[in-house]
Structure formats: C-alpha cells, structure tokens
C-alpha cells in the first residue's frame, strides 16, 4: 500500500463506515501514480518490440497473415502495451498537476492544455478528463498547496483514486 501509517489507520475508518473513499491526499495520489508509472516502465521495457513496432507488423499481411498466430499474437501482446501505455501515460499526466499549488497554475500548465486537446472520443481524452475531473481537480482545489493530506480528502465524493496495494 502507498498509504503512510496515519493514513491507513484514517482509511481504515472510512472502510468500516461503509462510505465512499474519494482520493485520500494529493501525496498519495502521486505516491501512487509514481508507482504506477515506475511500474509501466518497467513492464514496456521488457518487451522487445514497441507498441508501435507491434502496430507495424500488423499492417504487414504477408508477414502477419490475417487469422495466422503470429497476428493474434502481435495483437495480443499490442492490446497489453497499449493499456500500459494508457497509465504511463496517464501518470505522467496527472503528476505534474497534483504537484500545482492550485487550480489557476493547473489551468496554465502545459500537461492540463495537452489534456484539454486530447480528443474525448479516445480512450485517454476521455478518462484521463474523467480522472482530472473526480480526482485532481477536487485535491488541488482542496489542498490550496498541491501536497495537504488533510482527513477532509478522505470524505464522500471525488473517486477513481490512483490508491493502490502491492
């Protein structure tokens, strides 16, 4: 668990409340979304081809017949790169914007004006808007100073927390 000593015991007091837990800090956040980025790097680069590469032997119909193994092999191994690449992604993302001071310098920063160009119809825009929207947005604009782990983020509302067991 990325959680410290103190915040587990205030989960803990929540789980037995039966309340929704929302985010419980913007420093466990990015406790969590570092871990998961570490993590997705980690597992991409034990691959030997890239995503992309992956996407290139696709297009490839000699080399990777339709209905042949090796195609529904590349698009198996490309269907797991493409979901670590989504969180890496994601981590990369929302770190730099859990860590703003608040809304006003969020709203200015080049990661927030690269997620407001992500097109919604794909699967980043999209729930990368809703991880900003229930998540970052409620921790900045409670936190005042981008790292408060107050009880009060522990409360109901927000949601989708990046909160994660090893």
Known sequence: IVLTKEELEKVAVTLKSKAYLAAFSTK???????LIHKSTTTVLARFK?????????????????????????VLARSGEKSTLKFYQQLAA???????????GDVKRHPMYLKLQKSPKSENFGYYAGKYFEKVVQPLVSRSGNGGSSGSREAKKGGGNSALVAR
């Open 93 to 103: 993302t929302m770190i730099p914007l859990l860590r703003c001071k608040n809304m």
């Open 49 to 73: 081809t890239t995503y992309e590469q992956d996407i290139e032997i696709l297009k490839d119909e000699k080399r990777a017949p339709k209905f042949g193994w090796l195609r529904n092999a």
């Open 28 to 34: 466990n956040e990015i406790r969590a979304l570092e």
